[in-house]
């Protein structure tokens, strides 16, 4: 039986950081998606018309070397070639079946992005049959932007050629740190050494983006080694870096440990020295020319640099989610799929729906979406919700916009609403004030 835990948002458990998930990255919450909504989406995508809005698709690779101490998703490090084989044969069945309805039939996408997991841990022969059934199933070249997660370890030139081949535009590195100490008490797979020459294959490969993922905060962090890290960044120039601050969600290692010991604090640094770690990156990124466009991410040239898959899904695309556990939007109904690899698979053979639970949202949950995920952009254009949601901002939220006003977390300039930087680092916290009343402090699961 799944036990239930009830948590409060950072906003109220002060400076530690304790357990659970505070990176709000949808809107309903999570525990409000259900059973019975998951009709919806079959209702949906056998209507009589097709949707109108830009489509992405996303594909999760739930392989991976190692389960890092941190991971949070669904991964396996345990299975075989036909395990595999047989995942990656399902999800292409579960394509098809969403190009032969009505609401996608005739439609391209616009964007495309493998996350895992580690989608890197395929072979380049896998990768390459992969997206070439792929495209013949629904074709790619209207698409923006490719973007490509990879685990620095798994990476060779070979790899990275069969990469750029299929179209890859984006492509992302996890290196999250660049001490091998801090690397392996983490839990993950690769060192820097592979880093370094990942890096180096990849520029000499003429990818358009490259991304470097770093963490804040994680176990035996220190200030010495975020200021090293933050100049091995600046040496290596990416065109994009995204930094996270580190959570402790309920379902990894890091929190079983916890749980074990019964303490309630977790073993990294608190929210005051994440987000200090993160600002002092900003800056020193900012010194040398790049640009901050997310409470995440900071851009070399952000006119030529984009995040398409982000840009996109973030003012209300169409996205379709496949393989185990993989998250959708479709119309306005959010969805999942069904959690265990091997059920995913044989529901697909079954030619059954795979989708675990979905949310049917009204039209003021989905304005709310789009603005507490535009927020971590640091700015709202207020014209934008006027003009699509018929909502003046200033006027619903007058009240929370003149408190955020009042702290200086806030300002407003040609019309957007700009966060000050040290709001921005936290706009996570701030986000639950625009919730829904029956959507605060919603509960969190185990």
């Not at 400076?15 to 409000?32: C, I, L, M, Q, R």
Request: proline fraction near 4%; charged fraction near 25%; glycine fraction near 6%.
């Amino acid at each position: 039986m799944t036990e239930k835990i009830s948590i409060q948002p950072d906003y109220e458990t002060k400076d530690e950081t304790k357990a659970g998930n505070y990176f709000v990255s949808n809107y309903p919450p999570f525990s409000f998606w259900n059973e019975q909504d998951v009709p919806c989406v079959s209702s949906l995508l056998n209507s009589p018309s097709s949707g109108s809005a830009p489509l992405g698709i996303y594909y999760h690779v739930p392989f991976c070397r190692k389960r890092c101490h941190f991971c949070y998703f669904k991964v396996y490090t345990d299975k075989n070639s036909n395990d595999v084989r047989k995942y990656l044969a399902s999800t292409i069945q579960e394509l098809q079946s969403y190009t032969e309805s009505n609401y996608v039939k005739g439609r391209k996408p616009k964007f495309v992005y493998f996350g895992g997991g580690t989608p890197s841990y395929l072979s380049a022969q896998q990768l390459e049959d992969l997206t070439d059934q792929m495209k013949a199933v629904l074709p790619w070249d209207d698409a923006e932007e490719v973007t490509f997660e990879c685990e620095p370890g798994t990476l060779s030139e070979k790899k990275l050629e069969a990469i750029k081949k299929f179209g890859v535009t984006r492509l992302s590195l996890g290196v999250e740190n660049f001490s091998d100490h801090i690397l392996e008490i983490n839990g993950r797979a690769h060192r820097s050494k592979e880093v370094f020459s990942a890096y180096k294959f990849a520029k000499k490969l003429g990818f358009e983006n490259i991304n470097i993922d770093l963490i804040a905060g994680m176990l035996d962090e220190t200030d010495e080694n975020w200021t090293e890290c933050v100049e091995q960044v600046k040496e290596l120039s990416p065109d994009c870096v995204t930094i996270y601050q580190m959570e402790v969600p309920f379902n990894t290692g890091i929190f079983k440990s916890m749980k074990e010991g019964g303490k309630l604090t977790a073993p990294v640094a608190d929210w005051p020295t994440k987000r200090r770690w993160v600002n002092q990156a900003y800056e020193a990124l900012e010194k040398v020319g790049y640009t901050v466009t997310s409470a995440y991410t900071a851009v070399k040239n952000p006119e030529t640099t984009k995040f398409i898959y982000r840009d996109r899904l973030w003012s209300g695309a169409d996205m379709i989610g496949l393989g185990v556990s993989s998250f959708g939007h479709l119309g306005g109904i959010h969805y999942q799929n069904l959690t265990n690899i091997d059920q995913y698979c044989d529901t697909i053979e079954s030619k059954k729906t795979p989708i675990r639970r979905a949310l049917l949202t009204n039209d003021e949950e989905r304005f709310i979406r789009e603005l507490i995920l535009q927020w971590k952009l640091g700015r709202v254009n207020q014209k934008y919700f006027n003009d699509k949601f018929g909502v003046k901002i200033s006027e619903r939220y007058s009240s929370i916009l003149s408190e955020w006003k009042a702290r200086g977390d806030l300002s407003e300039a040609n019309g957007e609403l700009v966060l000050s930087r040290s709001a921005l680092l936290k706009v996570d916290t701030l986000l639950h004030s625009l919730f829904l009343p029956r959507h605060r402090n919603a509960e969190r699961y185990v």
